[in-house]
């Protein structure tokens, strides 16, 4: 073997490292940029269940349709109570109207 030959072969060897080297570099980056785009989805989807425990929260303490119905009847009956109320309350306004009307004329 001459040692133009040897030179050669050290050439090529040199060239597969640089070339191991480089795609050894990229592969790296590469990592680490996906390392850090699964730091962030981790991140937000802690985020998401923070977020979906409150709703589940307000969800359970809401209330429900039995007691909104429960709250409807309520209010109807207090609105019957009311008119009652106003029926009687024009029945006093009329005699007080009466009462009134006599004292005036005497």
Avoid: C, F, Y
């Avoid at 640089?18 to 785009?37: E, G, P």
């Avoid at 307000?58 to 019957?80: Q, V, W, Y």
Wanted: hydrophobic share 45%; net charge negative; proline share 1%.
């Amino acid at each position: 073997m001459d040692l133009a030959h040897v030179r050669d072969i050290a050439e090529m060897v040199q060239m597969a490292v640089v070339v191991v080297l480089a795609w050894h570099s990229w592969a790296m980056r590469r990592s680490v940029a996906t390392r850090a785009a699964i730091d962030e989805l981790a991140s937000r989807h802690d985020e998401v269940l923070r977020r979906v425990d409150r709703l589940e929260t307000h969800a359970d303490n809401a209330p429900s349709h039995e007691d909104l119905a429960t709250l409807h009847e309520r209010i109807n009956e207090l609105s019957g109570s009311l008119r009652e109320l106003i029926g009687v309350m024009s029945g006093v306004q009329r005699s007080l109207d009466r009462v009134e009307t006599k004292l005036m004329k005497e």
